[in-house]
């Protein structure tokens, strides 16, 4: 069975890592602890790897996997454009707990699945997560779990689950809380900033940002920095006539 090494012993983490890094290398699933829950981690520019990524969880490629990335500059290369509302959610939030969805570059030669076009990108707030990340490049990282089944929050919850898909676990105890990153879409706010005339400007949609789904980053955080960019909350009532 593929092996846990427990990071919080200073010669696990050594062997561990070594064998992470390898593992990617040769395009193989690599489990790792993250702020959030754990995660299943592939070779982002590696199709087979990412292919073996959503087989290993019994996802389809209608379900990409987010990219995790060690810095903003990472971000800025692999996405279209950083709209300024954006840079300030990434100042305040991460590294965090915010997944970000944004049209992907085009020059990219990489196949995360059905994407149409886009990528959704975190900077995870974790020492093993980001030292992998600085050393492999951006990784495919997606819960680590079968799909339908509750995300794995200790190393031994991902391999009863995932098993020897994965080659290596690397375990750091218990997550934190085991809530799962808040994913947010921006990618209406793409090009918004260029002026519409006429016929153009009536029919433009009205930018905002969406959240996908609700996790570490609250909506009353979001909307903090954000304003009425972003979208109403699921349960807000609109204002009667004339108030």
Known sequence: MSPIFDCRDEAQLLSGMRQAR???????????????????????????????????????????????????????????????????????????????????????????????????????????????????????????????MAAGITPEDARDMLQDSVAVYLGDGPSKDGIPSTIIDATSLVGSAAPATGDDADARPVPSVKVLRDGAVTRAQLRGVLGDLLEPDPDAQPEPDGS
């Open 22 to 148: 390898q593992a990617i290398g040769r395009g193989e699933l690599v489990v790792i602890p993250t702020d959030t829950v754990y995660g299943v981690a592939a070779d982002a520019f590696d199709h087979q790897a990412v292919a073996r990524l959503l087989a290993a969880k019994g996802r389809g490629r209608q379900s990409p996997p987010p990219v995790l990335v060690a810095g903003v500059a990472t971000l800025r290369a692999l996405v279209a454009e950083v709209p300024e509302p954006i840079e300030r959610l990434v100042e305040e939030f991460w590294p965090g707990g915010l997944t970000i969805v944004l049209p992907a570059q085009p020059s990219l030669s990489w196949d995360l699945g059905e994407t149409r076009g886009t990528v959704a990108v975190r900077m995870p707030a974790h020492r093993i997560a980001l030292e992998l990340l600085e050393e492999t490049g951006p990784l495919a990282v997606s819960s680590a779990n079968l799909t339908g």
